[in-house]
């Protein structure tokens, strides 16, 4: 239920503050509507609830002092690349488990469940992302749709994909170099979570959001020698099938493939951009 009263009074206190600035000064949000967090609606949940039982739930470790980890901060920005050719080989849970926490780890809650505080910054700590992925070959882990439970620092197992390769070709929009990677990310922007504190405004905000948490998954992938490329051509309405999304409440934002690289597909590599020598561009 909203107070009017106490929306009267926020759109009244946004005028004020606006007094003095000129009308150019105004972006198109200055309406002076209050958000819902103004006006003192419920916050909703900080994640996603589990959506399998207790039994389907893997939980990771976070402990990483197993891992050959490259700790050069100066190399691991230098050396982050784009990588689409993958060797196939094994990857551990364990390196899963550091790309999930690296991505959308969290650290603290502030208050009593006020924010997450994670490894990544987000406008008002809202992290209105949810992580689901493809997992075609991770040790330990039947191949199929899986959930993070960033609160637990666990996966659940969502079920089997009937074709996975054919789902990471479909969900991807045929870019079939991904076929061949250990496991695709896919992240999700659960709207209202950042609409809450933000209004219309926070789909701006998630834009800057989206990124962060990608690069960091680029940093993680460089500093285990493993590779991966960030995959903004994705079908929508495939992936709300996959994943059981509505598409409007919670949808696709942005994707990336994980693999096992090696330093001699360099020229494979090289042969994407091909056209660009071709076509003399
Ligand atoms: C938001 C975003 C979306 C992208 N989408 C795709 C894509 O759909 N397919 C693809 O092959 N590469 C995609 N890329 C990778 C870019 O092509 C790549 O970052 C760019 O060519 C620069 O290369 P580098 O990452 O190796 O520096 C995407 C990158 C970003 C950041």
Known sequence: MIDEKLKKELIQKGRDFMKGYKDDDMTADSDFNPSDQQLRLPQPPLCKAAMAGEDKRIALSLDFSGLELNNDVISLIRDRRSSRVYTEENMTLEQLSFLLWATQGIKSIRGKSYATIRTVPCGGARH???TYLLVRKV???????????PMEHAI????ECENI?????ETLCGQKWAIKSNVVFYWTMVAY????RYGTHSHRVALLDAGHLCQNLYLGVTALGMGTCGIGAFSHDYCNKVFGIDGEEEYMVYTAPVGTVSPEDRAAEAAFYKFVE???L
Not at 156 to 159: A, P, R, S, V
């Open 278 to 280: 071709d076509e003399g």
């Open 156 to 159: 659940e197992f969502l079920g």
């Open 193 to 196: 979570r950042a609409e809450w």
């Open 128 to 130: 209105e992302f949810e």
């Open 165 to 169: 390769e054919n789902d990471i070709n």
């Open 139 to 149: 040790e330990g882990l039947a191949e199929g749709i899986y959930h993070y439970l």
